[in-house]
């Protein structure tokens, strides 16, 4: 007689988190509503900037010329029009000179100057060369959101027609400005885009209204908490406003992506015992442990951006990884307490059945078998596929041999935005890039002579256009040093180079825009190793516990790294070089700003590793269970490569919607990793890892006898207790390295690799 096995009781985990499921989503629903208390108004205190390494020698340098000479480092720019007449036309300059004046009085405003007020040699740069236009340049001091606030109180009174001219407004202070407002308003309108979308998605997949809203109600939860974790960081540290696409992006996406996996797993439980307390239970043993491997293989690669000292970056480790903590959290507590009481109920409201016209729902067994066939077809011709697929991405990845980096600068906004208009004028008409030359401090004693002296050598060097100044105030004085081309281009950053190198009696400091440039790519090449390597590590560990084998970690990274190719590929032929410019509705700067690859990296590098272990994790349990490698390898990708697919569908409509952004930064963001993501589910889950497992074959499961003695003690796996098999004896010498039959027992050649026979 066939002994029944009961079920087991829930312990541990699962009994914490279904015992009072009531009281559980009450004290949730309590902490959502403070979390949109202490949210509220977070894109305020929030900054648009932190693309510099706050330690290097042109931070410094800018500081030091903020507190001796404001007006060395204007950031706020009145582009003067006179229209046909000549901005040196009596009526015209009268009122240039009184709205001057009237500046210089404002409070918070310092270092006011103008072509009007400026000597010979100054004033050349701040005249544009048709004679129509000309500047006024002034400083607004404190802190960014000061800044912004006395914008915002001074710039209607300027903006506009006074008598014979009409005022624009700009500068580095107005761009910064209109891009925090921009991302604000088209951040509501991707949330407003994306979530509708999303639903439908949901529905699709799940057939289930009620199914289709937890996910959802679990993202809405982990980016109302981010934002009010965010809004006490803002407190203590600096935080980038782009981070909140991010908190947005990952909010919905991951929670999503994990609600998916753990309601599905624990639909097909339920139609399995049709007892929903042990269904949860097995839910969390199996889904659940798999999650949390999830969230900590996004959270590493997230965390990883710690190390640049760039707050830009920073803010999105903040910000990722307080999101990825929350949705997991809220995935492993709240998911399961709303599925003990939902129950059977989870699947009401199918609204598929009019698709259907009456013919029956498939089972969880009969779903995925369209994978299953094309794992095996995969599978049978494994090395055409590994081949031709690396072939493919490698050559979509070539473009980024030609990548140039650059800053962010007012061409991040769009056209119609103002300051863009007036920086984009200044850029054609005026001469010599006024803005965009270098400033050199020079700090120490010294005579007229030898300032001279050092003045004569920096005109020498062939880069310079030319030099102005110095300007002395006690032991410190400035020159301001103009290049021949564009501010950033190649021979800025090498005039950079040449002016640190300069001899001088007293100690000298480059800053500018191209210094700036040259620090950050310096900060960045110096720090990029140990984050890789700090990704690279912890990843290759936390796979290993999760499967046991030391060939599968490897392959995960190297095929996660590849699967980023086509995204790095696309931004520079997109955004770089400006093809689809005109469609996508942006301007390119001809370079790519040069924290966004790390960026981009860290955070699709991240979302293709969850992917990897949903898939990575199902073939184990079904590998311990069976011990056949590839029925394993088909009946993962069968029981996963659907969910895989939707749940990157509807991370890309995300990215999408965030890539709808009228910031090129935001769009590059949003619709780079949309690719990313979209080519890891359905190129390299769905090609590359079952062909490359077909070839590695047993291997695939090897570990030397100590790493299988670590595992057993400190690994986790998905299959149920007492069924698990000693995965460590797998191995090309052991005898569970053979691939077993479905009953555990050998099977013949056709029934131990039905992929070589057709199947």
Wanted: net charge neutral.
């Amino acid at each position: 007689m066939t002994e029944v096995k009961k079920p087991p009781r829930a312990r541990g985990w699962t009994r914490f988190v279904t015992a009072r499921p009531r009281l559980s989503l009450l004290a949730a629903l309590v902490l959502t509503a403070l979390a949109v208390l202490a949210g509220s108004g977070v894109a305020d205190r929030l900054g648009s900037g932190g693309w510099e390494d706050p330690d290097a020698q042109s931070t410094y340098a800018t500081k030091a010329l903020e507190r001796a000479f404001p007006a060395s480092q204007p950031n706020l720019l009145l582009l003067v029009d006179a229209g046909t007449a000549s901005v040196d036309d009596p009526r015209v300059a009268a009122e240039a000179d009184r709205l001057t004046a009237r500046l210089a009085a404002e409070p918070g405003v310092v270092g006011v100057g103008s072509y009007w007020r400026a000597d010979s040699a100054a004033a050349a740069g701040l005249r544009a060369e048709d004679g129509h236009e000309a500047l006024i340049a002034a400083r607004i001091t404190g802190d960014e959101k000061t800044m912004g606030e006395t914008l915002d109180r001074i710039a209607p009174a300027y903006r506009g027609d006074h008598g014979p001219v009409t005022v624009k407004v700009g500068g580095m202070v107005a761009v910064r400005h209109e891009m925090q407002t921009i991302i604000q308003e088209d951040l509501t309108r991707a949330e407003m885009i994306a979530l509708p979308i999303t639903l439908v998605l949901l529905v699709m997949v799940f057939g289930s209204a009620i199914a289709a809203l937890l996910p959802l109600g679990i993202g809405i939860i982990a980016i109302l908490g981010t934002n009010a974790v965010l809004s006490g960081l803002a407190e203590f540290t600096d935080v980038s406003i782009f981070a909140m696409n991010l908190t947005t992006a990952l909010g919905l996406g991951l929670a999503i992506d994990y609600a998916l996996f753990i309601v599905r797993r624990f639909r097909e439980e339920l139609a399995g015992h049709g007892d929903p307390l042990r269904a949860v239970a097995t839910t969390l043993r199996t889904a659940g442990r798999t999650v949390l491997f999830s969230a900590l293989t996004v959270a590493v690669s997230l965390a990883a951006m710690l190390v640049f000292p760039q707050y830009f970056l920073r803010s999105f480790a903040y910000a990722g990884i307080a999101v990825v903590l929350l949705a997991a959290a809220a995935a492993l507590v709240l998911l399961p307490a709303a599925l003990v009481l939902l129950g059977h109920r989870v699947n009401s409201l199918d609204l598929r059945r009019v698709l259907r016209r009456g013919r029956p729902a498939k089972t969880p067994g009969e779903e995925g078998t369209a994978w299953a066939r094309a794992a095996t077809l995969v599978m049978r011709r494994a090395p055409l596929f590994a081949v031709a697929t690396t072939t493919v991405l490698i050559v979509l990845g070539l473009p980024f041999l030609g990548v140039k980096f650059g800053t962010a600068d007012d061409r991040q906004l769009p056209a119609s935005a103002e300051s863009h208009a007036v920086q984009q004028h200044i850029r054609d008409g005026f001469p010599g890039s006024p803005g965009g030359g270098l400033e050199v401090l020079a700090e120490g004693k010294a005579t007229p002579a030898q300032y001279a002296a050092y003045k004569e050598r920096v005109e020498r060097l062939p880069e310079v256009a030319r030099v102005e100044g110095p300007l002395v105030e006690g032991d410190t004085a400035y020159f301001t040093v103009q290049p021949r081309g564009e501010a950033v281009d190649d021979a800025a950053q090498r005039l950079v180079g040449d002016l640190r190198a300069t001899e001088a009696p007293f100690t000298t400091k480059v800053t500018g825009t191209a210094a700036v440039l040259v620090d950050s790519q310096h900060a960045i090449a110096e720090r990029l190793p140990w984050a890789a390597a700090f990704i690279a590590i912890v990843t290759l560990l936390l796979v290993f516990l999760l499967t046991g084998s030391v060939l599968i970690p490897l392959q995960a990274v190297l095929l996660n790294a590849l699967s980023l190719t086509a995204m790095f590929g696309a931004v520079v032929w997109v955004f770089q070089d400006g093809h689809l410019s005109g469609a996508l509705g942006f301007t390119s700067p001809g370079s790519i700003e040069t924290t966004l690859p790390v960026l981009m990296f860290c955070v699709a590098f991240g979302l293709s590793m969850d992917y990897g272990v949903f898939l990575l994790s199902r073939i184990k349990e079904e590998y311990d269970r069976t011990g056949d490698h590839t029925g394993s390898v088909r009946l993962g990708l069968q029981r996963t490569g659907g969910l895989i697919t939707a749940a990157a569908v509807i991370l890309a409509v995300v990215m999408v919607a965030i890539g709808t952004s009228r910031v090129t930064n935001t769009k590059m963001l949003g619709l780079g990793i949309a690719l990313a993501v979209l080519m890891d589910a359905m190129v390299v889950r769905s090609l590359l890892v079952p062909a490359i497992m077909r070839l590695t074959g047993r291997a695939t499961w090897w570990a030397p006898a100590p790493l299988r003695r670590f595992h057993t003690r400190f690994g986790l796996s998905e299959a149920e207790p007492g069924e698990t098999r000693t995965s460590g004896s797998a191995g090309p010498a052991g005898p569970a390295a053979g691939d077993a039959g479905t009953d555990g027992t050998a099977g013949t050649a056709e029934e131990r690799d039905p992929v070589s026979t057709g199947g």
